[in-house]
């Protein structure tokens, strides 16, 4: 069975920096695609950054230059390092796993992972 869980949100101010977590059991992070999706009040969930099995990640356009995925092979864990944080960047966020779809830019939307995390809150004030 396949657990994803989420750990390192919280309350930072614009500016600041936070690091996530995604450790993962019943599922190999370093050869599989993993990802993380954010979620807004009232909005859809979006593909924020994806890391494909050989290295290869793609960012949103909003969080390209402030935030960087990795992984911690001997953990079984992903990170994401965010820097430079927003108000805007306020949502939960959530750790997929499980490439499923083959569709164009299928990383951006839930349909694009099988497996997913509780989620973890992200708040940023001004």
């Known amino acids: 069975q396949v657990q994803l869980v989420e750990s390192g949100g919280g309350s930072v101010q614009a500016g600041g920096s936070l690091r996530l977590s995604c450790g993962a059991s019943?599922?190999?992070?370093?050869?599989?695609?993993m990802g993380w999706f954010r979620q807004a009040p009232g909005k859809e969930r979006e593909g924020v950054v994806v890391?494909?099995?050989?290295?290869?990640?793609s960012y949103a356009d909003s969080v390209k230059g402030r935030f960087t995925i990795s992984r911690d092979n001997a953990e079984n864990t992903v990170v994401l390092e965010m820097n430079s944080l927003k108000p805007e960047d306020t949502a939960i966020y959530y750790c997929?796993?499980?490439?499923?779809?083959?569709?164009?830019?299928?990383?951006?939307?839930?349909?694009?992972?099988?497996?997913w995390g509780q989620g973890t809150q992200v708040t940023v004030s001004v």
């Open positions: 997929a796993a499980g490439r499923r779809s083959f569709a164009s830019s299928w990383w951006r939307t839930p349909a694009g992972f099988s497996y």
């Open positions: 019943g599922y190999s992070v370093s050869s599989n695609y």
């Open positions: 890391v494909y099995p050989g290295g290869f990640t």
